[in-house]
């Protein structure tokens, strides 16, 4: 005859179960945090200086595709987000570390992912499209959405499960 205290057997399944599903929110959340990063990355970043004159249309060409943006660089690396509820919205940041801005917001973001959200990283900037077709030569005629989605898996087939041992 088998004895067992079902109690405990139940608890211990609930207390695995708890584990496993904050380990792998963790997961989810650190995988989203590294192809956010890789996106960011691989973003051309602009020089106001150099492209002055192109800048100065945000200003006073309301016919130019960024007009009422301000002329500073990073707009396009500060347009990236993250959001769980699937809302298509730009974002303004800018500046030559608009990195330190907008990955804390990220972070920020993913941290209220539970299991079954969905993840959305996305650019509404209005001349994304324009850097994806190689509009600036920092792409190296890649744009930016192949190298970031062969980085992208790279990082789901080489650290899933160390994002997954990793979390606490």
Do not use: C, H
């Not at 929110?25 to 650190?30: D, E, L």
């Not at 699937?86 to 030559?96: A, I, T, V």
């Not at 994806?132 to 789901?156: C, E, F, H, W, Y």
């Amino acid at each position: 005859m088998i004895k067992a205290n079902i109690e405990e057997v139940l608890k211990s399944l609930q207390d695995f179960q708890t584990k496993n599903k904050d380990k792998m929110q963790a997961m989810v959340r650190s995988f989203a945090m590294s192809a956010y990063e890789v996106a960011i990355s691989n973003t051309p970043l602009g020089d106001s200086n150099t492209y002055f004159s192109l800048y100065q249309k945000r200003v006073n060409d309301p016919e130019w595709q960024s007009y009422g943006l301000q002329p500073v660089e990073g707009f396009a690396r500060g347009s990236w987000r993250i959001s769980l509820d699937g809302s298509p919205q730009m974002q303004e940041f800018y500046g030559s570390s608009v990195d330190s801005i907008v990955l804390p917001k990220a972070n920020a973001a993913i941290r209220s992912y539970k299991l079954g959200d969905s993840v959305m990283i996305s650019n509404y900037g209005p001349y994304i499209g324009d850097l994806q077709r190689n509009a600036s030569k920092q792409t190296q005629g890649q744009g930016i959405l192949a190298p970031t989605i062969d980085s992208v898996m790279k990082i789901a087939a080489i650290s899933l499960k160390n994002f997954y041992d990793k979390a606490a």
